[in-house]
């Protein structure tokens, strides 16, 4: 399957956390290694928005609203990226999909769900 899958979302109370995780193995090696890394979410009703990005150098960057409470970070031999939330907010609640833009292709994951009880 060339098409990103992600997996690890849930249920959780305020202040709880998950980690996403983002299986690209249907991405050549090379090209998952150059590339950069993204979560997006998209809140019923809004814009999808970008949370964080990995670059292909392996710098982070985060949406102000998740900045100290996400974490980005991938494992190359797995072709994996992941996504470590804590102290979840009901704002955070969403699907999270995982973004990989290559110079011929952009691989969009199917999404996961991640529900945020106050």
């Known amino acids: 399957q060339v098409q990103p899958v992600e997996s690890g979302g849930g249920s959780v109370q305020a202040g709880g956390s998950l980690r996403l995780s983002c299986a690209a193995s249907?991405?050549?090696?090379?090209?998952?290694?150059?590339?950069?890394k993204n979560w997006y979410r998209q809140a019923p009703g809004k814009q999808r928005e970008l949370v964080a990005r990995?670059?292909?150098?392996?710098?982070?960057t985060y949406a102000d609203s998740v900045k100290d409470r996400f974490t980005i970070s991938k494992d190359n031999a797995k072709k994996r990226v992941y996504l470590q939330m804590n102290n979840l907010k009901p704002e955070d609640a969403g699907v999270y999909y995982c973004n990989i833009p290559t110079n011929t292709r952009d691989y969009w994951g199917p999404g996961t769900q991640v529900t945020v009880s106050s």
């Open positions: 249907g991405i050549i090696s090379s090209v998952f290694w150059a590339s950069s």
């Open positions: 990995l670059s292909s150098e392996g710098s982070a």
